[in-house]
T-cell receptor, first 113, second 115 residues
Framework: GNSVTQMEGPVTLSEEAFLTINCTYTATGYPSLFWYVQYPGEGLQLLLKATKADDKGSNKGFEATYRKETTSFHLEKGSVQVSDSAVYFCALSPSGGSYIPTFGRGTSLIVHP | DSGVTQTPKHLITATGQRVTLRCSPRSGDLSVYWYQQSLDQGLQFLIQYYNGEERAKGNILERFSAQQFPDLHSELNLSSLELGDSALYFC??????????????FGPGTRLTVT
């Protein structure tokens, strides 16, 4: 079946540090890939997405590139802010057969001033 | 604001009881998804409805059921509640139901506490 594996958190950084959150997936075909963010007490919000190999999704300074050869979709940001503190979820949407979306366990990011 | 509404925001009930959670999708969205989020299990997909019909089923217990009504709002019914059912229940919606690229828009969640 499909699966998404994210690095375990929490990830603790100082403001303006570089962020990488690793995400790898297992799926047949060509799934779409997503990053969602969940701020404390809120639901998940779509952060960015990529629908085919080598696509780069970007939003609010965050980027992730769909790498088919390494089945990865790592999230990066060049300079994090305290307001980026949240839980980040990597997810995939399958390309056929089962319509069941698959989410990673989430990675908590804590940014200190 | 995602445009997805969920009621109630909080629910406290006793073991053995039955509750109904309600979700209204974004205007124009035909798909509704239900998820359970707990500390030990993470975000678990429960069930999806598309335009009134069940489209996909995930890790949904037999004690749980859902439906989507003609006006596209959805209800998740949880019965014979157990302590382990305490969790955040999220509803999400998307415009389509069978394509790979439809992102989901999440509601604020219903926090269920079973005592």
């Amino acid at each position: 079946g499909n699966s998404v594996t994210q690095m375990e958190g929490p990830v603790t950084l100082s403001e303006e540090a570089f962020l990488t959150i690793n995400c790898t997936y297992t799926a047949t075909g060509y799934p779409s890939l997503f990053w969602y963010v969940q701020y404390p007490g809120e639901g998940l919000q779509l952060l960015l997405k990529a629908t085919k190999a080598d696509d780069k999704g970007s939003n609010k300074g965050f980027e992730a590139t769909y790498r088919k050869e390494t089945t990865s979709f790592h999230l990066e940001k060049g300079s994090v802010q305290v307001s980026d503190s949240a839980v980040y979820f990597c997810a995939l949407s399958p390309s056929g057969g089962s319509y069941i979306p698959t989410f990673g366990r989430g990675t908590s990011l804590i940014v200190h001033p | 604001d995602s445009g997805v509404t969920q009621t109630p925001k909080h629910l406290i009930t006793a073991t053995g009881q039955r509750v109904t959670l309600r979700c209204s999708p974004r205007s124009g969205d035909l798909s509704v998804y239900w998820y359970q989020q707990s500390l030990d299990q993470g975000l678990q997909f429960l069930i999806q409805y598309y335009n009134g019909e069940e489209r996909a089923k995930g890790n949904i217990l037999e004690r749980f059921s859902a439906q989507q009504f003609p006006d596209l709002h959805s209800e998740l019914n949880l019965s014979s509640l157990e302590l382990g059912d305490s969790a955040l229940y999220f509803c999400a919606s998307s415009v389509g139901g069978g394509s790979t690229s439809y992102e989901q828009y999440f509601g604020p969640g219903t926090r269920l506490t079973v005592t």
